[in-house]
């Protein structure tokens, strides 16, 4: 089987993943590259199965992607700073964060569009799934304009560079990533803008108004999630169904940039040392320190 590689941006840095390994590259407080990586459990081959394996995605994708903004901060920032990454703030964020999701992309659309005099179900879903989508792109574009977000957004863009060398077997250095482009088809943007897109059509069959119709859509995520994630494997590998790609890849000109020369650094130290770990390189960054975290997973 091939190896894909997937992973996201993190706090100064980038994860990257395969199968079998995590592996996070942050640049310090003091400029160096710090390096970070542990197993991932194995999936059972039924949640490997068609649709099975896009709710895992799902789960994946915020249990890692947290782990991983959470490791990050703890290798990133200077001693002074770590007071908030302690694990209770840390805590109280993500709870903050995911509530503020369900409240403006689930909660907020359904609302509004309940209120509308209007019998029509396909109407009403697709006018409530404009809304979300115009939420969504709103949010992306104030959050987008602040310099940590530039930030991280540059880093989503290196993280992206890296997995294209790999899979175009392009040289690993700097002046190797640099031809991609800083878009992904199977990036996680646009998985979520195929989420919203599926929400439409799923949505006209639950019932419209009050909270009951919030807590259908939120019970119909994981659903969501499989027929989203397949759409997104036909678009980035079979080129009869490219276009699938098209719109995530358009959307992604939010939230990514241009990476600078140490930002690509850091996502090739990334790439190479989880190279080195499935054992298809030798050696990793020469520069990188490897931190050891003892945090509880």
Known sequence: ???????????????????????????????????????????????????????????????????????????????????????????????????????LFVALPHLISAQLPMDDRWALSGIEGIV???????????VGRSKEAQRLFAYHGAEHKAVHAFEHNASLSVDGLKPFPPEHPRCGTAFLLLVLLVKIALFAFLPVGGWQ?????????????????????????????????????????LTTREPDEQQLEVALAALKELLRLEGLIVHSHNNSTRHSLTEGR
């Open 1 to 103: 089987m091939p190896l894909v590689l997937g992973g996201q941006a993190v706090y100064e840095g980038v994860m990257l993943r395969s199968n079998n390994h995590m592996t996070i590259a942050v640049r310090t407080a003091t400029g160096k590259i710090a390096l970070h990586s542990e197993p991932l459990n194995q999936r059972h081959k039924a949640l490997r199965l068609p649709f099975v394996r896009g709710v895992v995605a799902l789960y994946d994708a915020i249990a890692l992607g947290l782990r991983g903004l959470r490791l990050s901060l703890l290798m990133g920032l200077s001693e002074e700073e770590k007071h908030i990454a302690e694990p209770h703030n840390f805590a109280w964020q993500t709870i903050l964060g995911l509530s503020l999701a369900i409240v």
């Open 132 to 142: 979300r989508l115009f939420v969504f792109i709103a949010f992306l574009w104030f």
């Open 213 to 253: 119709g919030v807590l259908m859509r939120i019970v119909m995520l994981p659903v969501v999630a499989s027929i989203s994630f397949e759409l997104l494997r036909l678009g980035a590998t079979k080129p009869i169904f490219g276009w699938l790609s098209l719109p995530g890849l358009w959307l992604q000109k």
